[in-house]
């Protein structure tokens, strides 16, 4: 239930999501791999 309740919720508004951990990942930054996927500029910077 709380599965298809989930997978719902992303396809109803994917625009929650999405920016909600690009954020995060740009503010965590180091060690995150999704943030050098998303941003790579970031990495390149960051190493």
């Known amino acids: 239930g ?3 309740e ?3 919720a992303m396809v109803q508004m994917p ?3 999405a920016p909600a951990p690009a954020p995060a990942a740009q ?3 180091e060690g995150e ?3 050098a996927m ?3 500029e ?3 910077a960051h190493t």
């Open 33 to 35: 791999p999704a943030d």
């Open 15 to 17: 625009d929650e999501p």
């Open 6 to 8: 989930r997978k719902r």
């Open 27 to 29: 503010q965590d930054g």
């Open 2 to 4: 709380a599965e298809i």
């Open 42 to 44: 970031i990495e390149t």
């Open 38 to 40: 998303l941003n790579p």
